[in-house]
T-cell receptor
Framework: DGGITQSPKYLFRKEGQNVTLSCEQN?????MYWYRQDPGQGLRLIYY???????QKGDIAEGYSVSREKKESFPLTVTSAQKNPTAFYLC????????????FGPGTRLLVL | GQSLEQPSEVTAVEGAIVQINCTYQ??????LSWYQQHDGGAPTFLSY????GLEETGRFSSFLSRSDSYGYLLLQELQMKDSASYFC?????????FGKGTRLSVIA
């Protein structure tokens, strides 16, 4: 089955620690995205990538970093510079950057200890 | 820039019809998408309108008026499982821009 997987489902971060959220897709999509969702809020774009070895900042990139070394993978690192990281993180992909349909992974919930 | 406005909450009775509105301001516009998200789950695509008018997909329909920068999602024969958040999203020259979502509660 084709789809997007995210791991882990829950992640706990200690103060001053960097953590990395995994996102893998086997849909052969060029574009991938990371969103942050806070309770009762919409989806805010953190980073996106339209092709391997290329990525762009979204609306709330501060305190986050990404890499796109393989077409299938787009990991997100939440750095210690992100002072309020508790949120639901969603990864998505689409065939191309400007598409009406994005396919989302199941999400990772990040909590701070 | 781009911005979207939709009501934060809507409550409707099982079996009834509900309309969720979305107005947008954008510098580049190709179309309007709608997504559904159940609590704790991932958003899933429902419909897309590139042209003015109504698109029907089963119990769900979506409408767009480009001249009014306005669209809506219409849900008919509401079921309890329709309780979820619904997001409109603008397709423009950049990645999709999502509204803040409308939480629909279906009551018996």
């Amino acid at each position: 089955d084709g789809g997007i997987t995210q791991s882990p489902k829950y992640l706990f971060r200690k103060e001053g620690q960097n953590v990395t959220l995994s996102c893998e897709q086997n849909l052969n999509h060029d574009a991938m995205y990371w969103y942050r969702q806070d309770p009762g809020q919409g989806l805010r774009l953190i980073y996106y990538s339209q092709i391997v070895n290329d990525f762009q900042k979204g609306d709330i990139a501060e305190g986050y970093s990404v890499s796109r070394e393989k077409k299938e993978s787009f990991p997100l690192t939440v750095t210690s510079a992100q002072k309020n990281p508790t949120a639901f993180y969603l990864c998505a992909s689409s065939p191309r950057l400007v598409e009406e349909t994005q396919y989302f992974g199941p999400g990772t919930r990040l909590l701070v200890l | 820039g781009q911005s979207l406005e939709q009501p934060s909450e809507v409550t409707a009775v099982e079996g009834a019809i509900v309309q969720i509105n979305c107005t947008y301001q954008t510098s580049g516009f190709y179309g309007l998408s709608w997504y559904q998200q159940h609590d704790g789950g991932a958003p899933t695509f429902l419909s897309y309108n590139a042209l003015d008018g109504l698109e029907e997909t089963g119990r769900f329909s979506s409408f767009l008026s480009r001249s009014d920068s306005y669209g809506y999602l219409l849900l008919q024969e509401l079921q309890m499982k329709d309780s979820a958040s619904y997001f409109c999203a603008v397709k423009g020259n950049t990645p999709l821009v999502f509204g803040k979502g409308t939480r629909l509660s279906v009551i018996a």
